[in-house]
């Protein structure tokens, strides 16, 4: 046995040597990948309180580091019909402010918290912020569609009476990473009045090309 060690010795030593070589290259992949697990933003859309038009969204920040929201954008419909508005900020001038602040005038409501009357800023790691009601967001969507648009009913899906498709979109900025980040989810707003997501989970726009898309989309409405 000794002697077959002695004569094959060079083989065994390059077959241990790449045995270790391949154990290491495993490790090194697992640490690769909790890495970028670590380091990748991860963005949470979340529909709750039921399936009504009362049924409000929820914004989780799910990273290891903080997201600064930059923009939230809602489209309805699909295809040539889909219109998209910005709804990152409250308008007080929409009618709805009013209405939630018991009719308080302008000067109350812009005085406000800074996270009543807009989801930009910090978003801290494990953290969330509520979008609205759906209810809500629809008459914000409405009254921006009627100053944006001279047919405001043939540009609102909503109106059909049937079955639309609702996106929201949140782009910001990771830590120091270069450019916008984005997530999404889409549900489906049906005929009566009942709100489902239509994906399973939130998908994450954080490749090269879809951070493309975001900054383009992004561009838009600053």
């Known amino acids: 046995m000794i002697d077959w060690i002695e004569q094959h010795s060079t083989l065994l030593q390059t077959a241990v040597s790449l045995a270790t070589l391949l154990v290491w290259i495993f490790y090194a992949q697992l640490l690769f990948q909790n890495y970028r697990r670590v380091r990748r933003p991860k963005i949470v859309i979340n529909q709750m309180l039921g399936n009504s038009e009362n049924a409000r969204f929820l914004i989780s920040n799910m990273s290891q580091e903080a997201i600064h929201i930059e923009t939230v954008v809602m489209c309805l419909g699909g295809g040539q019909n ?119 989970q939130t998908t994450q726009h954080t490749g090269f090309f879809a951070r493309r898309r975001m900054a383009r989309l992004h561009s838009r409405y600053i």
């Not at 609702?166 to 549900?187: C, H, L, P, Q, T």
């Open 82 to 200: 889909r219109v998209c508005q910005l709804v990152t900020d409250a308008d007080p001038d929409d009618g709805t402010r009013q209405s939630e602040q018991n009719d308080q005038n302008k000067k109350t409501a812009l005085s406000a918290r800074l996270d009543e009357v807009t989801l930009q800023g910090p978003l801290p790691s494990g953290r969330c912020i509520e979008l609205g009601a759906m209810q809500r967001l629809l008459r914000r969507f409405d009254h921006a569609t009627r100053r944006d648009y001279e047919d405001a009913a043939a540009s609102n899906p909503v109106r059909n009476g049937e079955d639309c498709r609702v996106e929201i979109i949140v782009i910001g900025v990771y830590s120091s990473e270069k450019g916008v980040i984005g997530a999404s989810r889409s549900f489906i707003y049906d005929r009566n009045g009942q709100l489902r997501p239509e994906e399973v």
